[in-house]
């Protein structure tokens, strides 16, 4: 599976972006979604996942009520909505997949593939 993210850029404290993460070369629909992100000098972070059906999204408790992940599994697409944008989420981006996971769908171990990233910057 190769994944592409896009979508990232420089924002002002507030405002809202939404990344996009395309899937080829596999069966989409099969697998458990992901995005995680890093910081400089900090490691990387679970942020959002999605199981094969979009019910009862994951997140972390820093964007709880702030970012949305769907997917679209007609497009081989999944989606982070990031809306109230704070200086904190300034991270680069990554977009993953795996094969259906449960227990450990937090932990960037559990996933195989990873996109490429795209940077996202909050300005204060």
């Known amino acids: 599976v190769q994944l592409q993210a896009s979508g990232g850029g420089l924002v002002q404290i507030g405002d809202s972006l939404r990344l996009s993460c395309a899937a080829s070369?596999?069966?989409?629909?099969?697998?458990?979604m992901a995005w995680f992100r890093q910081a400089p000098g900090k490691e990387r972070e679970f942020v959002s996942a999605?199981?094969?059906?979009?019910?009862?999204?994951y997140y972390a408790d820093s964007v709880k009520g702030r970012f949305t992940i769907s997917r679209d599994n007609a497009k081989n697409t999944v989606y982070l909505q990031m809306n109230s944008l704070k200086p904190e989420d300034t991270a680069v981006y990554y977009c993953a997949a795996e094969r259906p996971i449960t227990s450990t769908i937090r932990r960037g171990s559990s996933y195989y593939y990873w996109g490429q990233g795209t940077q996202v910057t909050v300005s204060s």
């Open positions: 999605i199981k094969l059906g979009g019910a009862s999204p």
């Open positions: 070369g596999g069966t989409f629909s099969t697998y458990s």
